[in-house]
């Protein structure tokens, strides 16, 4: 199984992004799910987190502001992100909790770069 984000870039101040996490391979679903962000020089901290019952919970610092979200079907997941600011600027990790015949497995995707100017 792989984890293949996408969606980042360079946004000014204020603007959005929608971060994609896409699952691929056979034999799996995908337990519970969630965003990391790695700013340089800081430690990773977890972003937003999506249990398989669907309660979702943020740090403090992206409440109202980013909504994690996945769609079951295409096993994707989500990060919407709006009114960005600059302490935004990270590299961000979607990661996941899959089973695959029995076995649960804790996997993370390659990162994708967001960067917001002031």
């Known amino acids: 199984v792989q984890l293949q984000a996408s969606g980042g870039g360079l946004v000014q101040a204020g603007g959005s992004l929608r971060l994609s996490c896409a699952a691929s391979g056979s034999g799996f679903r995908i337990n519970d799910v969630g965003w990391h962000r790695q700013a340089p020089g800081k430690p990773r901290e977890l972003v937003a987190a999506?249990?398989?019952?669907?309660?979702?919970n943020y740090v403090d610092s992206v409440k109202g502001r980013f909504t994690i979200s996945r769609d079951n079907a295409k096993n994707t997941v989500y990060l919407q992100m709006n009114s960005l600011k600059p302490e935004d600027t990270a590299v961000y990790y979607c990661?996941?909790?899959?089973?695959?015949?029995?076995?649960?497995?804790?996997?993370w995707g390659q990162g994708t770069q967001v960067t917001v100017s002031s």
């Open positions: 999506m249990v398989s019952g669907g309660t979702t």
């Open positions: 990661a996941a909790e899959i089973i695959r015949w029995g076995t649960s497995g804790y996997y």
